[in-house]
């Protein structure tokens, strides 16, 4: 019986759905952030309410650290948010230990709460704005990507 060698083959995901298709959702997500904020919080009051505490021109980003995969986003003084540069300096930072954290939060797979309480991803910035923040991410999770939050 032949033993396939398996050193030269990628490297598996340790929750079973491949990095590539992880990748490519938690992409797909970050790359719509800012439209859907903006959008959100203009159709939705519940997204509205969570965003109006948030001052006109702060900033942030989600991270997920060893991928390069960032989204940064301001909010405009009309209430409307633009990407910034991944690199761009931020008030605030949700950075992720790795995509496969980052995809069991943003496909529902656990909540944002029970993770940070896990501490699959660190925050940086003021705890006001962070709750705020957390409370919008949710939202967007719920209303766009059909998120269950368990």
């Not at 019986?1 to 938690?26: E, F, Q």
């Not at 989204?71 to 949700?94: D, E, Q, T």
């Not at 699959?120 to 949710?138: C, D, I, Q």
Request: glycine share 10%; aromatic share 10%.
């Amino acid at each position: 019986m032949v033993t396939p060698d398996l050193s030269s083959s990628p490297a598996r995901s340790r929750r079973g759905l491949g990095n590539a298709a992880k990748r490519l959702y938690v992409s797909t997500l970050l790359g719509l952030l800012p439209l859907l904020v903006s959008v959100g919080s203009r159709t939705s009051s519940t997204l509205r309410a969570e965003t109006e505490v948030l001052p006109a021109d702060f900033s942030f980003a989600v991270r997920i650290l060893g991928t390069g995969q960032a989204c940064a986003a301001k909010k405009g003084a009309s209430g409307g948010w633009k990407r910034l540069p991944k690199s761009a300096p931020v008030r605030y930072a949700i950075e992720f230990r790795d995509i496969d954290y980052a995809f069991d939060v943003f496909s529902g797979g656990m909540t944002l709460q029970a993770a940070l309480a896990a501490r699959l991803f660190s925050t940086r910035g003021a705890n006001s704005e962070g709750v705020a923040l957390t409370y919008m991410f949710k939202r967007l999770l719920h209303a766009f990507f059909f998120w269950r939050g368990v």
